[in-house]
Every structure is written in structure tokens, then in C-alpha cells.
């Protein structure tokens, strides 16, 4: 896997343009958001082509629900064979290098090849070198 993209997001700030293919996601939560900002970049995240989303940090498990829901959402809540399924991870009983590891090694998706790995940092100011660093670290550990 090559280098992760790193985006840090403010909560209740503007969400960017993701790559137009499938990518897995660590959602890394340093701060509290509101339920609505919470749904609204859960939505963005499934809309952008997030196949696999890993959530740790603050609320992480509340992360989870929201995205899943938003994949139910934007594919009518149905089991259609054609849609495409994301899958999602919560880690709250885990240090962040251990999701870093995973996401790096071990976080794959049945159906479809998810080449890109976006490490989406939620916190009041980003932290693009720490993050990177820690993911560094993690795959060499």
C-alpha cells in the first residue's frame, strides 16, 4: 500500500473532494462533533467511494452506526446484489497504532481491491506530521 492521504477536518468544518475510487478510511476523532455534523460526514464518506471505515477516538462507536446507516441511506435500505458494501470498525479499546497497523495490514474487503487509504484526523487544529509519523511507526512495528 502506498503512502495514506492525511485530511484533518474541524468539527462542523467543510468537507473536500475525495478521490472519484473506492478507498478505506481511519476516521481518527480528537474532538466532540454534533450529531448532525456527525451524519452529514457520514454521508459524505459513503458518497465519496468509503469502502471500509475504521473509527477510533471520541464516540468512535457512535461513528460506526452513523456511517453504517448512511450506507443503508444512500442505497434505499435495500440488499441489492450490485450495491456496494461498506464495511465498518469501531476502536475504542485499542491504542491508534494498533488501527494504523491494521488499516496498513490486515483491513481488506471482500468484494472490491481498496488501493487508497485516507487518514481523515477530526480536531481542532491538524497534526498532518504526528499522524503520519504514527502510521510510519505502526507499520514497521
Known amino acids: 500500500m502506498s503512502n495514506p492521504r492525511y485530511i484533518h477536518l474541524s468539527a462542523g468544518g467543510e468537507l473536500p473532494l475525495l478521490p472519484a475510487h473506492p478507498f478505506k478510511a481511519v476516521v481518527i476523532i480528537e474532538m466532540p462533533v454534533t450529531p448532525e455534523w456527525r451524519d452529514l460526514t457520514s454521508t459524505w464518506l459513503v458518497e465519496s ?3 471500509y471505515m475504521m473509527a477510533w ?3 468512535c462507536t457512535l461513528w460506526d452506526d452513523s456511517v453504517d446507516w448512511a450506507s443503508l441511506e444512500q442505497f434505499d435500505y435495500g440488499n441489492s446484489p450490485d ?3 461498506v464495511m465498518t470498525t469501531w476502536h475504542d479499546k485499542e491504542p491508534l497504532s494498533e488501527v494504523l497497523w491494521f488499516a496498513g495490514y490486515a483491513a481488506s474487503h471482500p468484494d472490491i481491491m481498496l488501493e487508497q487509504l485516507i487518514l481523515i484526523h477530526i480536531a481542532p487544529q491538524g ?8 502510521f510510519r511507526e505502526a507499520r514497521s512495528s
Not at 497534526?127 to 504514527?134: D, N, P
Open 49 to 51: 467511494g468509503c469502502r
Open 57 to 59: 477516538g471520541h464516540e
Open 83 to 85: 450495491a456496494p458494501f
Open 127 to 134: 497534526e498532518q506530521a504526528r499522524i503520519l509519523k504514527a
